[in-house]
Each structure stands twice: as C-alpha cells, then as structure tokens.
C-alpha cells in the first residue's frame, strides 16, 4: 500500500520560499501511470490543488500560482518537491501530497492517496 | 476554473438517520466527480469516484449520484465515524481539479 509523507519547515517568513518534501514509499515514481500532486487547505477552508508532477518531469501548475510555484522530482530517492516563492501569510495552510492515477482520455481521476499534511505557517 | 458549490455548509443529523448532501458544478463535469471524508486532524479520504462508485474498503452506506452539473452523496444509517468534512471534486477540466467548500456533517 503506498504512503506518502510530507516534510519541511513548519515555520517560513514572509517574503522567503516555503519547501516541502513529499516522500513514496510502497510505490516507485518511477513507474509511472501516476502523477504526483501538492494541494493545500487554507485553515478552516476548503481545498487547493497546486500542482502535479509526472516521473519524466512534466508538470502542471495552478495557473493562480504558477508564477511563484516550482514542483520537481527525484526518482533516485522516490521523492518529489514542492517551492512557493514570496510568501505571504494568505499562503498559511497544510499542505499534502497526494497520488492521482493518469486518467483515461481527457479527464483526470481523484486523489486515491494522501499524505497525513504538513501545516507551513508564514510569519515573521 | 469550475466553481463547485456544496450545500448545506452543515448538516446537523442524528446517529442511525441518513444525510443527504449536495453538490454542483458551474460547468458539465459529466461523472467525472469524487466525494472525500475528511476528519479533523486527517487527510482526506476519498469515498466516492466517478460519481457513484465507492472507493475500495468504503461501505455501502456511503452512494454517490449524478451527473453533469448536480450531484449528491447519500449517507445511510449514520455512524459515529461519519461526522466529519465532506468535499467533492470535478477532475472533468484537467488538470485543474477544483473542489467544492465542504458540508460538515455534524451530531444533532
């Protein structure tokens, strides 16, 4: 059964880039069929979908956070990361990293996965 | 960007009665709609995909209904551990998956 496991400060000051750390374990990245995602959830608030990353590097931004977002992979170590740039306190909330199977034709599938969150408070 | 919208906020039920929660989409999204349970201090579960097919190892309690732009999640039999968030996604307009604010199904 596969499990992830965010990592990373908890605590970033405004105007500084928050990074986080989405770790695999019980499924290879490497092997494909899946692309790998952050979202995140504003305290109290509804959910976000950030971005997603797939094993040969293609990526796919929130066009609302695309300018300060960077996602990356390392397959060597069944890890894939997250960058928020310029940080403001709006961007408070718990993150997670979550696995969505490549879906069929045009259209994606649901998160089947889910890491436990990480909460990333921006304050100086 | 397609607006989901969920109602009601909270749905304040008693154990042993069954919920029924909505959930709509700005745009078609065909079936291409997941329900997730989320409990405070977890991550979401996803219940429902495809809008009426229960996820592996959710019970039949939990059924999904729908398509297009209105959707609905029915819970039968209230148990303790079904009060909790409920969120609905589209993954119809990928890759921009967008949920819905949540209905918090809460004890009467």
């Known amino acids: 059964q596969v499990q992830l496991q965010e990592s990373g400060p908890g605590l970033v000051k405004p105007s500084q880039t928050l990074s986080l750390t989405c770790t695999v374990s019980?499924?290879?990245?490497?092997?494909?069929?899946?692309?790998w995602s952050w979202i995140r959830q504003h305290p109290g608030k509804g959910l976000e979908w950030i971005g997603y990353?797939?094993?040969?590097?293609?990526?796919y931004y929130n066009q609302s956070l695309k300018s300060r977002v960077t996602i990356s992979v390392d397959t060597s170590k069944n890890q894939f990361s997250l960058k928020l740039s310029s940080v403001t306190a709006a961007d408070t909330a718990v993150y997670y990293c979550?696995?969505?199977?490549?879906?069929?034709?045009?259209?994606?599938?649901?998160?089947?996965?889910w890491g436990q969150g990480s909460l990333v408070i921006v304050s100086s | 960007e397609i607006v989901m919208t969920q109602s009601p906020a909270t749905l304040s039920v008693s154990p042993g009665e069954g919920a029924t929660l909505s959930c709509w989409a700005g745009?078609?999204?065909?079936?291409?709609l997941a329900w997730y349970q989320q409990k405070p201090g977890q991550a979401p579960r996803l219940l429902i995909y495809?809008?009426?097919t229960r996820a592996t190892g959710i019970p039949a309690r939990f059924s999904g209904s729908g398509s297009g732009t209105e959707f609905t999640l029915t819970i039968t039999s209230l148990q303790s551990e079904d009060f909790a968030i409920y969120f609905c996604?589209?993954?119809?307009?990928?890759?921009?998956?967008?949920f819905g604010q949540g209905t918090k199904v809460e004890i009467k």
């Open positions: 979550a696995r969505e199977k490549v879906g069929p034709g045009s259209s994606g599938s649901p998160f089947d996965s």
């Open positions: 019980g499924d290879s990245i490497r092997r494909g069929g899946y692309y």
């Open positions: 990353i797939y094993y040969s590097g293609d990526i």
């Open positions: 745009q078609s999204v065909s079936s291409n």
């Open positions: 495809g809008a009426s």
């Open positions: 996604q589209q993954y119809n307009n990928w890759p921009q998956g967008t």
